[in-house]
């Protein structure tokens, strides 16, 4: 290991399970010398969590409820206590009522498009703000995204949307952000194995299908989108920001399936 990340402190979000895309970020990072600290929300995710963190030598655990400007602030308050400035945040949270993953998005109500737009989107605009304040001498803030939020993908829906506007987000506060040399970047891996993933419809066969046919054929990996993080957050992303990187196997740059699945 080069020790990349070695000196560096940051706040990682999202992490559900083992097969966390948040989880596989955050053992990237450690790996290569990172200091962590972890966000989970309730009591349920807390308990799948903690061992995870102290595995990683982490004992700062936050309950945090994105909805709520209290929670936020006690988040951020502690790891100001603990650490005075962060160097990095991964955010990976996202949500959308699975009963509206199932059929048309003609169908979405207000009440999931509301809260799949704040949670999913507005979310990341206020870790930023809240985040930016405690990197003085700059840092890097990463979110996750997928490809069905400039593409129509079978049964994403509303997620779709909130994820086109999560994207818009990351230009505008890479540009708000960047005079502070605060970089703001997405990583877009394809289909993967994950809690959230599974609860869109057609889960397994959208997996099956970007595996047959990316160029590379096969799906992300949770080491692949790791290294992407590691990249994105250490000094040797320092003149990237306002990116959408995708990690997919190249399965974003085809027109139609492969000859032999036609």
């Known amino acids: 290991m080069a020790n990349l990340m070695a000196g560096k402190r940051g706040l990682v979000m999202g992490v559900a399970n083992d097969r966390s895309i948040a989880w596989g970020i955050a053992r990237a990072l450690h790996a290569e010398g990172a200091e962590l600290a972890f966000s989970y929300q309730g009591e349920a995710f807390g308990k799948r969590v903690e061992p995870l963190a102290a595995s990683l030598g982490s004992d700062l655990l936050v309950d945090v409820d994105v909805m709520d400007d209290a929670s936020m602030d006690a988040c951020f308050a502690t790891l100001k206590d603990r650490w ?49 304040e405690l990197m003085p001498e700059g840092g890097s803030l990463i979110t996750m995204t997928y490809q069905g939020s400039n593409r129509v993908t079978p049964f994403y829906n509303v997620m779709g949307v909130a994820k086109a506007a999560l994207e818009s987000s990351v230009r505008y506060l890479a540009n708000d952000l960047g005079p502070q040399q605060i970089r703001v970047n997405a990583i877009s891996p394809g289909p993967m194995k994950t809690l959230a993933g599974a609860a869109i419809g057609g889960a397994r066969k959208t997996f099956k299908t970007t595996e047959a046919n990316a160029p590379l054929r096969a799906n992300a990996t949770l080491e692949a989108v790791g290294g992407t993080a590691v990249y994105l957050c250490s000094d040797y992303g320092a003149c990237t920001t306002g990116e959408i990187v995708t990690v997919d196997g190249g399965y974003h740059v085809l027109g139609m399936q492969q000859p032999e699945n036609m």
């Open 84 to 132: 005075g400035t962060l160097d990095f945040v991964v955010h990976a949270i996202a949500y959308s009522d699975k009963n509206e993953l199932t059929g048309r998005f003609i169908n979405t109500t207000r009440e999931n498009f509301r809260n799949s737009l704040t949670i999913s989107c507005y979310s990341f605009i206020d870790v930023a703000k809240r985040a930016s």
